[in-house]
């Protein structure tokens, strides 16, 4: 063949088949919702209000047609949402100022179920982290790190999940589940370029927490938080692309978030 | 060249092309936010509860750290929202039935802003659709049609944007805005593949609609509605595409939707 034709054959083949990978891309992953339901069961802070719909009307309308439509009420942080910076740290964004850049990339799973199993007031160490990179790296930049606790599976038992079933001030002394360490925050924001943490507890923090360090570390560094977050035990360690959207509430401290990651084979 | 030598310089060029346009399909866009803000402002309809955003706590917490939380109320469908299709449609689908699949996919934006410009209670015809289809080809199965009135020009002012800041039964009346003809629903139904139909205005069917027969037609073949729609002058025609996550509300006929959209240059 000559030269020309070889080059025109490489180009054809080129735009076949990139134009291919470009369209199957969004369009051939799975996707997988890492997302509670908000209903009665939906488990919240004990010292939350809790999630409530109200029926605004079902059944057959007035001018012949079937119509439903509800009303709701909850708390910010309940079931599987948002922390903005601000929740914790003073001048941090609040929910609607947080980019959606900042709400998607590459997921980074880190697996800390064992010592948890072990101890469910396990506060996840700088030592979890770096022995999860000399497996698989460095956590890249841009990343969205998620910690697998196993908490998970507890859903939607608030005694299993929580440590408490009980509700009230009084009930924040009986909470049991482990949360990140200050001082794994502190690395995390000292040595990597991380966009948001999220986990499968209902805090950062760990259960037991009376000043939510991790949460004032990550959030000063304008990292986002996703808490209650489903299904991570259906997420690879690596390669999965996280899309979190919370409600846009202006102003708001906290979110229900829509949290989903398309998975390739 | 030999043809093992040209063979392996395809592939060569094909594995570095294709990798760098999987690596970049994400990151490299640019995200569009198409969702309104949760505030006092926020338009919802004239019989609707409209955003309630309480104060938990904002300040010094007792332990020493800033602290801000809230809690808030709202109907299903005020500010940017979907509608499941059983808002309209006994046994539909209702909110958190619907996957993840069908609430992302290509934009194909219609833009119908010169026929409401001269009448905005203008239905969206048929011929509308069919008319944008000589330009640019048949929709392509899996899109996600968004119409652009050019109505979003006038949040959040309801009386500009609705027809009426009125509030109560009395006000429904006075409702002025687009919304797409129950005959083009069909059209589209008959013979389009699409996922979801979006609009920048409150509802699919026009403001003085009585019977709501495009959300009818369209519930019925399980097409969720994107309502109240942002910042459609800043999508491509087509070539966008868009992620549409509600809060996950059990059996809900609608909820809070964040809507985004990748753009490519």
């Known amino acids: 063949m000559s030269t020309r ?27 997988i919702d890492l997302t509670y339901e908000y209903s009665d069961e939906t488990i919240y802070w004990p010292t939350s209000d809790t999630f409530q719909l109200d029926t605004v009307f079902v059944g057959e309308a007035e001018g012949g047609y079937y119509y439903e439509a509800y009303a709701f009420a909850s708390a910010e942080h309940g079931g599987t949402h948002l922390d ?11 929910v609607e100022q947080i980019e959606i850049d900042q709400l998607t990339g590459y997921a980074v799973v880190i697996d800390v179920s064992e010592p948890v199993a072990d101890n469910r007031d396990y506060q996840i160490q700088t030592s979890d982290i770096t022995s999860w990179e000399e497996e698989y790296g460095p956590i890249p930049d841009g990343s969205i790190v998620l910690f697998k606790t196993g908490m998970g599976a507890y859903w939607p038992d608030a005694e299993a999940y929580l440590g408490t079933a009980n509700r009230g001030e009084d009930a924040l002394a009986e909470l049991s589940f482990p949360g ?39 959030f000063e560094h304008n990292i986002a938080g996703f808490e209650n977050v489903a299904n991570l035990d259906q997420l690879p360690t690596t390669g999965a692309y996280v899309i979190a959207l919370p409600m846009k509430i202006k102003e708001g401290s906290g979110a229900p978030l829509r949290i989903v990651a398309l998975v390739h084979e």
């Open 5 to 31: 034709i070889v080059s025109i054959f490489v180009l054809l083949i080129l735009a076949i088949a990139c134009t291919r990978v470009e369209q199957v891309d969004w369009e051939d992953g799975t996707w």
């Open 84 to 94: 903005a910076p601000i929740h914790f740290y003073e001048g941090g964004e609040s």
């Open 180 to 218: 990140i360490h200050p001082d794994a925050a502190q690395w995390i924001v000292e040595n990597r370029d991380i966009k948001a943490v999220g986990l499968d507890t209902p805090s950062l923090d760990y259960g037991q927490s009376e000043r939510y360090e991790a949460h004032q570390v990550l």
